[in-house]
């Protein structure tokens, strides 16, 4: 089953308005998630590194501002798409790494979000 | 940027082996080689990881050529829900921020009937 859980699978929303998408770690704890964001036939495009209780990491070119980070708990964290437009509409997908598994990272089943 | 290269795409008859290479040639000594699978539409799954030695699993063998500069996924049986892009990854495998994974544009694996 799932080790990673996402929510929600999918989410339309207004331009202007801002989403959040929850990701969990499911029987273990993540000091460190990360988000991606992949548009239609593209690669994963990591977008920030989310630790536990301290700022996330942003690579070069992501906007810290638009795409809130945080990450309260070893067991979630949330990014939170912030004056949505249509361009920010992607496929956002989560991982977290399981350390008992021998640093297995695994992912969640994604995020779809629609700004119209 | 990635540090693989893999094919864009690839066939494969449904039932026989699917051999997925992936060249890897800047490796350093303490990098895993992993892959991952992403179906449409839904998040990557694990496959499989390797140091240097071959590996087995349920899904898939990972062989990985004596220099680590290239490795090949093997799926012993496809079948048409292997058909999915396949990625060949580089990555330590220290925790915390070495857990970041870099994508390229993997492989699309097309299984035939």
């Known amino acids: 089953g799932a080790v990673v859980s996402q929510h929600p699978s999918w989410v339309i929303c207004k331009s202007g308005t801002s989403v959040k998408i929850e990701c969990r770690s499911l029987?273990?704890?993540?000091?460190?998630m990360f988000w991606y964001r992949q548009f239609p036939k593209q690669s994963l495009m990591l977008m920030a590194t989310s630790n536990e209780g301290s700022k996330a990491t942003y690579e070069q070119g992501v906007e810290k501002d638009k795409f809130l980070i945080n990450h309260a708990s070893l067991t979630l964290s949330t990014l939170t798409v912030t004056s949505a437009h249509p361009e920010d509409s992607s496929f956002y997908i989560c991982?977290?790494?399981?350390?008992?598994?021998?640093?297995?990272?695994?992912f969640g089943e994604g995020s779809w979000l629609t700004v119209v | 940027d990635a540090k693989t290269t893999q094919p864009t795409s690839m066939d494969c008859a449904e039932g026989r082996a699917a051999n997925l290479p992936c060249n890897h040639s800047?490796?350093?000594?303490?990098?895993?080689v992993y892959w991952y699978r992403q179906i449409h539409s839904q998040g990557p799954q694990y496959i499989i990881h390797?140091?240097?030695n071959n590996e087995t699993n349920e899904m898939a063998s990972l062989i990985i050529t004596e220099d680590r500069k290239s490795s090949t996924l093997i799926l012993p049986h496809a079948t048409l829900r292997d058909t999915a892009v396949y990625y060949c990854?580089?990555?330590?495998?220290?925790?915390?921020?070495?857990?970041?994974?870099?994508f390229g544009t993997g492989t699309l694996l097309a299984v035939q009937p």
């Open positions: 390797g140091l240097k």
């Open positions: 029987d273990f704890q993540a000091t460190t």
């Open positions: 800047t490796i350093s000594g303490n990098e895993y």
């Open positions: 991982s977290a790494t399981r350390t008992r598994a021998g640093n297995t990272i695994y």
């Open positions: 990854i580089v990555r330590m495998n220290y925790g915390g921020a070495t857990n970041k994974l870099i």
